[in-house]
């Protein structure tokens, strides 16, 4: 049986991590519509705009994937809009799969600085 990291393993992660700084420790949802989820709230250093993600973490993760939100940004290529207004638009990474948590979370994080460098710049406003 496959035992899958609790919300206090990527709480430490992001703490960790970086670049990021942990605005809120990851935790179940609480939304209906949110069954097994763990959601933290992360802001990334260091941008030349603010940048705020909520992130969705699956209870079987890697096995299905994070979703990284935001208000901070609209319009940027990747950043999708999906109607979702409450919790902001999803960044669609195309991050491999990786074997354990961890090393997804690096992967996941890696695609999230690439996509960092290539896409925030000042000819680009927030919104």
Known sequence: MIEYP??????????????????????PSEDKDEENLYIGIVEVLDTIYPLVLRIEIPFTFPHNKLVFRTKS?????????????KYGDWFCLNTPFAETP????????TRLKEWIDHQMHKKLPST
Do not use: D, M, R, V
């Not at 992001?14 to 935790?27: H, I, R, V």
């Not at 961890?102 to 994080?109: C, V």
């Open 73 to 85: 940004l609209s319009g940027y290529p990747h950043l999708i809009h999906t109607g979702k207004t």
């Open 6 to 27: 609790k919300a206090e393993f990527y709480s430490e992660y992001f703490k960790k991590c970086k670049g990021f700084k942990l605005l809120e420790e990851f935790k």
């Open 102 to 109: 961890e090393e997804q979370l690096n992967q996941e994080i």
